[in-house]
């Protein structure tokens, strides 16, 4: 089998590493020679973290898709502009195309998924989502005997590796930040990490497939982690939680939540213990139970390991290509935000004055809201305090009451902070 690459940074030199050192088992399982012959690139003078002897570098990867003898294009850029183009022009070519491109996929994958069926090529995209974790195949071949009721996962690495590194070294959000780039973790732009866009696109292609619905990552609520502040994770440690980035994916009724944002989560539950680069997708079939699916979330090899296994999967002809690996698809319409229901965790500043905490507590009242548990602390020598809140189960509406009616309070000193809390197992 003829492959040629599209770009040959961490995931594409992560391939071509594995291929080189598992290229024999990997012909003995399948019985085919996968040979990587032109990759496109952008500096050809540039160091590589690989060998490139054997491979013929280009600059124009125009060439790799309209080359006569490749069969399969590894697609290891990113982006959705020339990237589209590329990939459009591989599957008319006759092409399968193999991506890592979330952004991709999440936003283009209806249309090309349609036109790679129109082709009779495959489109595979098994490394988009949590690296090298096959949630995918798992989703779409092991629990395809399952109607899946929810998933919920970390499935930003970075995002994770920062929050791990800032609750266990109480290390400084940006100096983190810069460790997971220049450990090949983070998007391009890291603002995808950091704000939750990287983990709104790959919720929205893991509900598309649990689901059997549509593509909808225009409707994911999405939140990021750029307003967690030490004290959040030092008070949620304080209370028996870990703060965790998760997207969630929930059946309710005719339609489904797809939300990413942090997540308070007891530390008992497995998923609070997941750190690092590590991610991890509990999903809840109705056959199955409960199961979770644990691994490197990024990474050279690890991203190569799912690229790689989309490859075999072309050579044993497994997967089938329908929309989204569905013959038909559900319409299950995206639930408002608003219109959920969660704990919560609300951290206030406040004067520490005589009768604050009954104001507050009537404003709970007011909107029929319990509190399960309550930490005050005085902060600093102005006699500000912080009150920290978990709450009952309640509507997000009424939170955002309970928020406007403190924020426009006379005792009130800052924003409040809103964090979801939610048990999974
Ligand atoms: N930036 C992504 C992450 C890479 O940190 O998870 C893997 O998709």
């Given at each position: 089998m003829k492959v040629g690459i599209l770009g040959l940074g961490t995931v594409g030199g992560g391939v071509v590493n594995v291929l080189k050192k598992n290229g024999a088992s990997i012909e003995r399982r399948t019985g085919v020679n996968i040979q990587v012959i032109l990759a496109a690139v952008r500096d050809i003078k540039q160091d590589r973290?690989?060998?490139?002897?054997?491979i013929k570098l280009t600059e124009d990867p125009f060439e790799v898709v309209n080359h006569p003898e490749i069969d399969v294009v590894l697609e290891l850029i990113g982006g959705t502009g020339l990237t589209k183009k590329l990939v459009e022009t591989a599957i008319k070519n006759g092409k399968h195309v193999i991506t890592a491109n979330k952004a991709l996929i999440a936003k283009h994958g209806n249309k090309l998924i349609q036109s790679a069926n129109k082709n009779k090529v495959r489109l595979l995209f098994e490394?988009?989502?949590?690296?090298?974790?096959p949630i995918i195949k798992s989703l779409e071949q092991g629990l395809s005997a399952n109607k899946i009721e929810s998933l919920a996962g970390i499935i930003n690495g970075t995002g994770n590796f920062i929050l791990t590194e800032m609750k266990e070294k109480n290390r400084d959000f940006d100096d983190v930040l810069k460790e997971a780039q220049s450990l090949g973790y983070a998007e391009a732009d890291p603002t995808f990490d950091v704000e939750g866009i990287d983990a709104a696109q790959k919720l929205a292609i893991l509900a598309a497939i649990a689901f059997g619905t549509e593509l909808q990552f225009d409707k994911v609520f999405t939140k990021g982690i750029s307003n967690i502040t030490t004290e959040d994770i030092n008070y949620a440690t304080e209370l028996g939680y870990t703060i965790k980035h998760l997207g969630i994916a929930k059946r309710v009724g005719n339609g489904i939540e797809l939300r990413v944002h942090p997540t308070l989560i007891s530390n008992e539950e497995l998923i609070a213990n997941v750190n690092g680069v590590m991610n991890a997708v509990l999903v809840k079939g109705d056959a199955l139970g409960t199961s979770l699916y644990y691994g490197a979330g990024a990474g050279e090899e690890a991203t190569a390991s799912s690229v790689i296994a989309d490859l075999i999967d072309i050579i044993n002809n497994q997967t089938s290509n329908h929309i989204l690996g569905w013959k038909s698809q559900e319409k299950l319409t995206v639930i408002d935000t608003e219109s959920i229901d969660s704990e919560f965790y609300l951290r206030l500043l406040v004067s520490n004055m005589k009768g604050v905490l009954a104001k507050i507590t009537g404003i709970f009242h007011q909107y029929n809201v319990s509190i399960e548990e309550l930490i005050q602390k005085q902060i600093d020598e102005n006699n500000n305090a912080h009150i920290v809140i978990i709450t009952n189960k309640v509507n997000t509406k009424d939170i955002m009451g309970i928020k406007a009616a403190i924020e426009a309070s006379e005792f009130n000193q800052d924003n409040m902070q809103i964090i979801h809390v939610e048990s999974l197992d």
């Open positions: 973290i690989c060998d490139t002897s054997n490394a988009s989502v949590a690296g090298g974790i």
